[in-house]
């Protein structure tokens, strides 16, 4: 079966422990700017929101992409870059929703989360992050789990209005 990469905001503390496991795991370098996940700060409300790619079954990243470099791999159900097919002309990057792949300067290519299959298919960032906002789960599981991160927010946001 295949797994997916779930996050729950509400557990992020905003560590950013997953952001250099990432980086270190792809690039051997702790550097937060080539990390494939992203922390979002939001210091005013203290809220941080993790975000990777979410493996769309529809990926428009991999159907702009004018050189297929962008590819499913069945087995992991996950989408990679092909290095030597990437032109770097971008589409991909405009093409994704949620900003999740990202044209990176010093080598001109797009780099996404790829659930770590270009390296051994086991997600570093899931490792290393203590407060558990990043779990690796079998498909089925990750609904459960999203609906259980929907239901928290909305009882803070309940208390915070009947409060």
């Not at 470099?69 to 093409?95: E, H, P, Q, S, T």
């Not at 259980?148 to 803070?156: F, G, N, S, V």
């Amino acid at each position: 079966m295949a797994k997916i990469l779930s996050i729950i905001p509400e557990r992020c503390t905003a560590c950013r422990a997953c952001e250099l496991a990432c980086s270190v795991k792809h690039t051997g370098e702790f550097n937060p700017a080539r990390s494939r996940i992203k922390v979002s700060i939001f210091l005013e409300e203290a809220v941080y929101i993790p975000t990777a790619c979410t493996q769309c079954s529809e990926a428009w990243c991999a159907k702009i992409c004018p050189t297929t470099a962008i590819l499913r791999n069945d087995d992991y159900m996950a989408y990679y870059v092909v290095d030597d097919k990437c032109v770097g002309c971008k589409m991909c990057v405009l093409a994704c929703p949620f900003g999740a792949i990202e044209l990176y300067a010093d080598h001109g290519k797009a780099e996404k989360c790829d659930l770590c299959l270009s390296v051994d298919g086991d997600p570093e960032c899931v490792k290393f992050c203590t407060p558990k906002a990043l779990l690796f789960t079998d498909e089925d599981e990750g609904p459960k789990a999203k609906q259980a991160a929907t239901a928290l927010r909305m009882k803070e946001v309940y208390k915070e209005v009947a409060g």
